[in-house]
């Protein structure tokens, strides 16, 4: 299903999407079509400065002391492995 659909470009942008047609021999919908696809697909990335960031506070974290002695952790992952033993079986 198609709609149409109005949007309001300047000059430069036009121009673009007139050129860009011409060179790929696509009509200026289909071009319009696969520039949102590509920019929804990167959409989802982090910035650059997002990904600084979350290293940034991964690396303040990591400087942390424990909160748990070795023996408390082990402790627990002991239990976790049970656990997931006795799921597996059932």
């Known amino acids: 299903m198609a ?3 109005t949007f309001t470009l300047d000059d430069i942008t036009i121009e673009r999407l007139n050129q860009t047609a011409s060179r790929l021999a696509k009509p200026k919908s289909e071009i319009v079509r696969e ?3 590509e920019f929804h697909a ?3 990335r982090l910035s650059e400065s997002d990904r600084l960031r979350m290293l940034r506070a991964l690396d303040d ?3 942390l002391p424990p ?3 070795d023996a408390e952790t082990d402790r627990e992952l002991k239990e976790i492995r049970a656990s997931r ?3 597996a079986r059932q």
């Open 3 to 5: 709609a149409k659909v």
């Open 35 to 37: 520039a949102i696809r």
């Open 42 to 44: 990167k959409s989802d």
């Open 61 to 63: 974290y990591m400087r």
């Open 67 to 69: 909160t748990r002695t």
């Open 85 to 87: 033993r006795r799921w």
